[in-house]
């Protein structure tokens, strides 16, 4: 018997870490994108029991040309025509860079109007968490590739050697990084005891902003990422897309803290990922274009 289901043309694929428990990398990631309605190509870059932050734990990473050999066969796959996204974030070496960037160019070969998403997880406030080469082959290889990015404030000055003081530091970092739209996350906020999303094109800056949540914070990039980019999708406007990617992820953390949870809970707050209710501070920044007073 035939099917009367029409194949998915709006499936992501998602290239990123696996973790056994918890809500993060993939395991955040595809979550979120399945219950916004996208079919998942889920491609592990490693395999944790849990995030490092909860203590030292074995690693396994594919061989690299066991990841590359996983990678060809997507390249031949009979159904790229149903992708419409790519995200890629945690890479488990730096050979992972050369053959997710092969993927990119051949599914964008396909279909110009596939959006790819780099997601930078190299580091925090502390400096790099992962080897500088595999900083370099994210900065080399994917960055150029990205239609969005999403660096967090340190791993910008990272990718541009900017000193990012202020936010006007920020937009002029972004706008040099190469993607046409950077979402920057941990940027530095205008109301006190807060913290903002700093998005940047190349005639648009918005500043998303909510107060500080004491509360689990693994997986938080990984769902913004994620939001973003199935909002992008979506059609939104770019205002939209950034109040409602911050929101979800705002009243997402914000809940699993109030039940004491020390990872986020999505498996309970999963309306908050399509409707989400929490105010967000929206603020339009003028553009570097325009002179700079942010």
């Known amino acids: 018997m035939t099917s009367s289901v029409a194949p998915s043309s709006n499936a992501i694929i998602v290239i990123s870490s696996h973790v056994v428990r918890g809500s993060v990398g993939n395991r955040a990631a595809v979550f979120a994108l399945e219950t916004l309605g996208h079919p ?168 998303a902003e909510h107060r500080l949540v004491t509360g689990p914070t693994n997986g938080l990039g990984d769902l913004t990422s994620a939001l973003f980019l199935a909002r992008m999708l979506a059609g939104l406007d770019l205002e939209q897309v950034l109040q409602r990617t911050t929101a979800s992820v705002f009243e997402i953390m914000a809940r699993s803290a109030k039940r004491g949870a020390d990872e986020l809970m999505l498996e309970a707050d999963a309306s908050s990922l399509s409707t989400p209710m929490a105010m967000t501070q929206m603020r339009r920044l003028v553009h570097p274009s325009k002179g700079i007073r942010a």
């Not at 491609?43 to 849990?50: G, R």
């Not at 406030?125 to 960055?143: H, N």
């Not at 990272?158 to 940027?187: C, F, R, Y």
Request: proline residues 8%.
């Open 40 to 207: 998942v190509w889920a491609v592990p870059t490693v395999i944790l029991p849990w995030h490092p932050g909860h203590g030292p734990a074995k690693r396994i990473v594919p061989e690299p040309q066991q990841f590359d050999d996983l990678i060809a066969d997507l390249e031949r796959a009979p159904w790229l025509s149903e992708v419409s996204g790519i995200m890629s974030g945690y890479l488990g070496n730096a050979a992972q860079a050369a053959s997710v960037a092969r993927l990119v160019k051949t599914v964008k070969a396909r279909n110009k109007d596939v959006l790819y998403l780099c997601d930078p997880v190299i580091g925090d406030e502390k400096g790099l968490y992962v080897p500088e080469a595999t900083a370099i082959g994210i900065r080399d290889q994917l960055m150029p590739l990205a239609d969005i990015s999403t660096p967090n404030r340190f791993e910008l000055a990272w990718l541009t050697g900017a000193e990012l003081p202020d936010n006007k530091a920020i937009m002029q970092a972004a706008l040099h990084a190469g993607p046409g739209t950077m979402l920057v996350t941990s940027a530095h906020p205008m109301i006190a005891g807060g913290t903002g999303n700093l998005l940047v094109t190349h005639s648009l800056a918005l500043l």
